[in-house]
């Protein structure tokens, strides 16, 4: 059996609910997820509901996945509209970056005026990344202000060629950003809609095959970063309700779909397991931890099947695409946490990466 070790591997951009949409999932049922999934670690983004853009809202989110975390886990900070940036200071130490919405999207944290923005720029002087969501020409107008303050910037879910242009230029010219790129954007287009309906719907929106194409071209010549899932449950009756919430799950199906992508040739075994583990650690100014890894059979192929997956959802945009990679053991800090078909660990034995907890 063609069994290999993956040390660490991360996720920084996964949308775990709990809260007020506990209903679509919670930070136990999405841990658990992650861990069947091969992750060590995942990172939480700010929409929640509440969100996630004041100390109190942030204890309170810290205490409860310190409670019901299986895994290690990180948190961000949004960036509101009604500027919250005094609370910078205090709370910096504990999340892993600052989260600034430039583009609408599921939640009301967003941010368009470009002063604004810069205002966020100017107060977070933590040596700690901003993450932000950016389609399009906006890529342009974050990049002005990362290139006046210089702080490093995470650019999240990169979806279109001309995204892939501004910032392949961007790199060129020194500047301080980093690319994540989404399964669903490399293995769907906006073709796949006719079929996945509101399944089908998330943000940045499914993009043409030539902007396709410019993923994996960049993936190729190492532009591209890490692999994030944007994991975003939503009900089956919220997806088929009249007016669909944007996002897709994405945890279980992401590390299969990059296997996937290395037995079609597109990418190399290690380049992949280096977009999903030790880049996001370099990225994130994480140690990998001794003891602390995935075992994976690459060979093992299977149809994603909503039978197959761990999400609280219980759907995915991938259902009926053949993928590789069965998960055999997953370890983290010396205990077994999973052992090809059970959690093992424990709700809140997973720590947060990013200090303690309040
Ligand atoms: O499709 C999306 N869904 N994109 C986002 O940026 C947010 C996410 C969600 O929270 O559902
Ligand atoms: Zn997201």
Same mark, same amino acid.
């Given at each position: ?58 204890? !309170?989110? #810290?205490?409860? @996945? ?8 990180? *948190?961000?900070?949004? /960036?509101? +509209? ?108 906006? !073709?796949? #809609?006719?079929? @996945? ?8 929106? *499914?993009?043409?095959? /030539?902007? +396709? ?146």
């Amino acid at each position: 059996m063609p069994l290999i070790q993956i040390h660490g591997m991360i996720d920084p951009h996964t949308h775990l609910r709990d809260l007020d949409w506990a209903n679509k999932a919670t930070f136990a049922s999405e841990t658990q997820a992650a861990i069947a999934a091969g992750y060590w670690a995942v990172f939480d983004m700010p929409n929640t509901a509440p969100s996630t853009t004041d100390e109190v809202r942030l204890n !309170d989110k #810290l205490g409860r @996945l310190d409670r019901d975390a299986h895994c290690d886990w990180g *948190l961000y900070f949004g /960036a509101s +509209q009604a500027d919250n940036s005094d609370a910078y200071e205090k709370i910096a130490s504990r999340v892993c970056g600052l989260k600034i919405y430039n583009n609408s999207t599921t939640g009301d944290l967003l941010i368009h005026r470009q002063s604004d923005r810069e205002r966020h720029y100017r107060a977070w002087s933590a040596n700690k990344l901003i993450a932000v969501h950016a389609e399009e020409e906006t890529v342009r107008d974050i990049l002005a202000l990362v290139r006046k303050y210089r702080q490093p910037t995470h650019f999240l879910h990169i979806s279109s060629a001309r995204e892939i242009d501004l910032l392949t230029q961007a790199k060129e010219d020194g500047l301080p950003v980093t690319i994540g790129v989404c399964p669903h954007h490399l293995f769907l287009t906006e !073709d796949d #809609l006719a079929t @996945l309906g509101p399944y089908g719907l998330m943000k940045p929106p *499914l993009k043409t095959k /030539a902007d +396709q194409q410019a993923l994996w071209q960049a993936i190729s010549l190492g532009v591209v970063d890490i692999i994030e899932s944007d994991h975003a449950p939503h009900t089956f009756a919220e997806k088929e309700s009249d007016a669909p919430p944007y996002g897709v799950p994405g945890l279980d199906t992401t590390l299969p779909l990059m296997l996937r992508a290395v037995s079609d040739g597109r990418l190399s075994l290690e380049q992949a397991i280096n977009m999903l583990s030790r880049n996001v650690q370099r990225i994130w100014r994480i140690s990998p931890l001794p003891k602390t890894y995935t075992l994976v059979d690459t060979e093992y192929s299977y149809v994603v099947e909503r039978k197959n997956l761990h999400t609280k959802c219980g759907w995915s945009p991938f259902e009926g695409l053949r993928v590789y990679g069965k998960i055999r053991e997953v370890w983290i800090r010396g205990h077994l946490v999973f052992d090809g078909d059970n959690v093992l660990s424990s709700p809140g034995f997973g720590r947060n990466l990013f200090g303690l907890v309040a």
